[in-house]
């Protein structure tokens, strides 16, 4: 986005999903960035000697520094650039065995992790929750040694190899991106292997027993709530209070039984679900349409509506008809969570240890078991690898038993 940078223009402009730059028309070079949680931070944008692209961060933001300051030290360090000069790396050389590892995550780590990465928070609090006892060491001290005797700490306190292996790969991560980025001369524990993980993950979906348990809860709880509203009504009529909302004439209480049904029957995220939008759903043609900007795959894929879906989620429009996301939240904002009520639901339905996403294992296990090859379940899910999706490839023993059959011949 391009656009002459002053002090109405950062007074008016609303953060996005994802981190966002304005180019100034002013002065080329001139940049703010916007994140989602609004901060506004100014930088340059300069072409290096190997000719890459580079953004440098000015140190400042808006608007604790006025924007006509923040361009005239652009200004002078677009100058200096210009005259051979290179910010980023007499930057990188200054930090280059003193930056630690927390002021890595703090700096220019998280500020890549909250541009690419929509999990940044939940990701940046992960590391230092982690490594906190390494917090203040430079990235230059850290060796194999180290980590591997973290490791070794944390198998000891009980946890499992796949949780170590995966906070492993977050730290991994790291690593590379200063090596990349030339703050470390060489990956401090790239020479660790993985650990050996005992047996696969465990898929959990609903036997037909506990599906039927919990769909019997559902229409409990509609009924239940039903119930309720009227009694309360009724009590309000008699002391002439305002009646609350009616919800007779409603097919749904509210937001939960639709949700599940949608989720047990497109195995759409729960983070998809709660950011999905009227205008990706198309009831005409059956179609509703993850975008890529909410996707965890960050690619958009398109997934079929089931008659029940369909019928789902026509009668949840039909009444929300002034809302524009599909399960919004007070005041029409995205909905957080739907912890509470998800709780309830299955201790209703006596249904022990199931999270609301084990209900994208139950989709996928009912195809596979109806026949469904996996590589089309992988686009359903909208997995990037098959090794994701192989995890149910034992629920289709039909397949290697007609394998092993073909071993069979006259003799």
Do not use: C
């Not at 506004?40 to 944008?45: D, G, V």
């Not at 520094?65 to 200004?75: I, K, L, P």
């Not at 200096?80 to 290179?86: E, L, Q, T, V, Y």
Request: proline share 3%.
């Amino acid at each position: 986005m391009k656009a002459k940078i002053d002090r109405e223009l950062l007074r008016s402009v609303k953060p996005g999903a994802k981190v966002f730059d304005i180019a100034d028309t002013e002065l080329k070079g001139f940049t703010v960035r916007i994140t989602p949680a609004g901060a506004i931070t100014y930088a340059i944008r300069y072409t290096g000697k190997d000719g890459k692209q580079v953004r440098y961060s000015l140190g400042k933001n808006f608007p604790t520094t006025t924007v006509s300051d923040a361009r005239e030290e652009a200004r002078i360090l677009l100058g200096k650039i210009a005259g051979g000069d290179n910010p980023a790396e007499e930057k990188k050389a200054k930090t280059k065995g003193k930056l630690t590892l927390f002021s890595f995550i703090d700096g220019e780590y998280g500020d890549h992790l909250r541009a690419h990465n929509r999990t940044a928070a939940s990701i940046i609090d992960r590391l230092k929750k982690l490594f906190a006892e390494f917090g203040n060491k430079p990235l230059s001290e850290f060796d194999a040694r180290t980590i591997d005797k973290w490791r070794a700490g944390r198998i000891k306190d009980g946890k499992k190899a796949a949780t170590v292996n995966r906070d492993m790969n977050a730290l991994k991560s790291l690593f590379s991106r200063a090596v990349d980025w030339r703050l470390i001369d060489e990956h401090p524990i790239k020479s660790i292997k993985r650990m050996e993980e005992s047996g696969g993950k465990i898929v959990r979906f609903l036997t037909d027993d506990e599906e039927k348990r919990l769909r019997a809860a559902l229409d409990a709880r509609e009924l239940r709530d039903r119930e309720g509203r009227a009694r309360a009504n009724a009590w309000r009529a008699t002391r002439h209070y305002d009646l609350l909302p009616a919800i007779d004439d409603h097919h749904f209480v509210d937001h939960l039984k639709p949700a599940i049904l949608l989720s047990l029957n497109t195995g759409i995220r729960q983070g998809e679900l709660l950011t999905l939008r009227w205008s990706d759903v198309d009831l005409d043609l059956a179609i509703l349409t993850v975008r890529d900007e909410a996707a965890k795959s960050n690619k958009t894929r398109h997934l079929p509506l089931n008659d029940e879906a369909k019928a789902a989620l026509t009668q949840w429009k039909a009444q929300q008809p002034q809302t524009d996301l599909v399960f919004p939240g007070r005041e029409g904002k995205r909905m957080t969570e739907v912890k509470t009520a998800w709780g309830k639901l299955l201790r209703d339905a006596q249904i022990e240890n199931f999270r609301w996403h084990d209900m994208r294992h139950h989709f996928a296990s009912r195809l596979v078991m109806a026949g469904v090859d996996l590589n089309t379940v992988r686009e359903l899910l909208g997995h990037s690898d098959i090794k994701m999706t192989l995890r149910y490839a034992h629920l289709a023993p039909e397949h290697k038993a007609a394998a092993v059959q073909k071993l069979m011949r006259t003799l």
